[in-house]
């Protein structure tokens, strides 16, 4: 069982930047892809990027030139760099480990398939002014 734990959300203003932290615990981190998805307000979850194993990374088009994504697997941790964020970002952000069901091909996400984990608490990102 491993429990993610999300921080480093907080209120930011259209324009800024923010920087969420996922630390996996009590299980094996490093041999999996790590997705970082959010959900706004009545609205469903959504995922918008990804990190393999290796290091390939892929982002929906919502967030492609703002968000990275990035890992460190030595402290289990996944990361991700939000830039020039907008008020349609607000949302809480969640991450999780992906499982081998449920997989299809999203073109702009590429293989994906559905979480593995339990969800945390998430972190809440508000954009606004």
């Known amino acids: 069982q491993v429990q993610l734990v999300e921080s480093g959300g907080g209120l930011v203003q259209p324009g800024g930047s923010l920087r969420l932290s996922c630390a996996a615990s009590?299980?094996?981190?490093?041999?999996?892809?790590m997705h970082w998805y959010r959900q706004a307000p009545g609205k469903q979850r959504e995922l918008v990027a990804t990190?393999?194993?290796?290091?390939?990374?892929n982002y929906a088009d919502s967030v492609k030139g703002r968000f990275t994504i990035s890992r460190d697997n030595a402290k289990n941790m996944v990361y991700l760099q939000m830039n020039s964020l907008k008020p349609e970002d607000t949302a809480n952000y969640y991450c999780?480990?992906?499982?081998?069901?449920?997989?299809?091909?999203?073109?702009?996400?590429?293989?994906?398939?559905?979480?593995?984990?339990?969800w945390g608490q998430g972190t809440l990102v508000t954009v606004s002014s």
């Open positions: 999780n480990r992906m499982s081998l069901k449920g997989c299809r091909y999203d073109y702009g996400l590429g293989p994906i398939c559905d979480p593995l984990d339990a």
């Open positions: 009590g299980s094996i981190f490093s041999g999996y892809t």
């Open positions: 990190i393999t194993s290796g290091g390939i990374t």
